[in-house]
């Protein structure tokens, strides 16, 4: 069990919002991954950093007895990616991240918003996995789910504003 991974590079260990500033962490590096590879690229990342991370909770659950301990954030990691990857999940260079035109900033601060707001209250899904699934999978699943709801409804958004905008 590595404490540096499952706490996000110790952003979990915020004394206040632990999982908002996992949060933060995670939408400042997927932003990054994005600008400097692309979306299919992020989306594999968050792949391959879930089963690790499954694997890594499950370890430190049996260690510590303790269940979706809140200083484990890198659920919010992979639901954060999970989100970018679905919306904007365009590449754009270091110089159009702040072009409103294209969307990028937009949409990655929405997905931000929406991810908090699902991680947050757990509607629907999203809060009977983290009520009934045990372990790693129950820690991880809720964020994916919420992840990726975020991202879709950030892009239905995205396109309703340009709907309205007439483009």
């Known amino acids: 069990m590595n404490w540096f991974f499952i706490t996000l590079g110790y952003s979990g260990l915020s004394p206040k919002a632990p999982g908002t500033a996992g949060s933060i962490v995670a939408l400042l590096l997927g932003m990054w991954i994005l600008i400097a590879f692309d979306a299919q690229t992020l989306f594999l990342a968050s792949l391959l950093i879930t089963v690790i991370a499954i694997k890594s909770i499950n370890q430190y659950e049996e260690m ?4 979706d301990d809140k200083r484990i954030v890198i659920d919010e990691l992979a639901g954060m990616w999970f989100a970018l990857s679905v919306a ?10 702040s072009d409103f035109h294209n969307g990028f900033l937009i949409q990655s601060l929405l997905s931000f918003a929406l991810f908090r707001y699902f991680d947050i209250k757990k509607p629907s899904i999203i809060g009977r996995i983290d009520r009934e699934a045990k372990g790693g999978i129950g820690v991880m699943g809720d964020d994916i789910i919420a992840g990726f709801a975020a991202g879709i409804l950030s ?4 396109q309703g ?4 905008q007439g483009f």
Not at 155 to 158: K, S, Y
């Open 155 to 158: 892009a239905v958004i995205w």
């Open 64 to 67: 510590s007895g303790i269940h």
């Open 161 to 164: 504003i340009l709907a309205l």
């Open 88 to 97: 904007p999940a365009l590449s754009v260079g270091l110089h159009e991240v």
